[in-house]
């Protein structure tokens, strides 16, 4: 079996008290889910002034 690296990109809205650590980690929790996925982490995250 081949294995493969996939990289995404992910923009979220969420309220100011809401942590990007605690909707990154989230993330990655549902992504192990899946089958086939053997490692998901959150590596960075960055904020978007508008």
Not at 2 to 13: A, G, M, P, Q, S
Request: proline share 2%; aromatic share 10%; glycine share 4%.
């Amino acid at each position: 079996m081949i294995r493969t690296n996939l990289f995404f990109k992910v923009e979220v809205e969420h309220d100011r008290d809401e942590s990007p650590e605690r909707l990154g980690h989230e993330i990655t929790r549902l992504i192990l889910k899946y089958y086939g996925v053997r490692n998901a982490d959150l590596t960075n995250y960055t904020k978007v002034d508008e």
